[in-house]
């Protein structure tokens, strides 16, 4: 069974950089889309980002653009998210996801697509 584990979470200032990871074990990533998820306290979960099966294809929501890079490494079955010129409303907890797709699918950041999640890691942005 699939299971996804987030990390690289943390504090940085406004206008510093992380790069989060999600980890797959139990089953290769090789047929799954991921998904980037979060949540900011006191609102709901939104979407973020997602990478197809081959990598060749992303989606960025419009508050990330220019901003985030998703990419995967399907020989270490992990996928990451750099985030750059991180700002204060960028604060929550990130979440990946899973969602079984056909090679030639794209992705959408679409949270009720995606059926295996992680548990989040957390990530504050403030100086």
């Known amino acids: 069974q699939l299971q996804l584990v987030e990390s690289g979470g943390g504090l940085a200032q406004p206008g510093g950089s992380l790069t989060l990871s999600c980890a797959a074990s139990g089953y290769t990533l090789d047929y799954y889309a991921i998904g980037w998820f979060r949540q900011a306290p006191g609102k709901e979960r939104e979407g973020v980002s997602c990478?197809?099966?081959?990598?060749?294809?992303?989606n960025y929501a419009d508050s990330v653009k220019g901003r985030f890079t998703v990419s995967r490494d399907g020989a270490k079955k992990t996928v990451y998210l750099r985030m750059t010129s991180l700002q204060p409303e960028d604060t929550g907890v990130y979440y990946c996801a899973a969602e079984v797709v056909g090679p030639g699918y794209s992705c959408l950041i679409r949270q009720s697509d995606y059926d295996v999640w992680g548990r989040g890691t957390a990530v504050t942005v403030s100086s």
């Open positions: 990478i197809n099966v081959s990598g060749g294809s992303t």
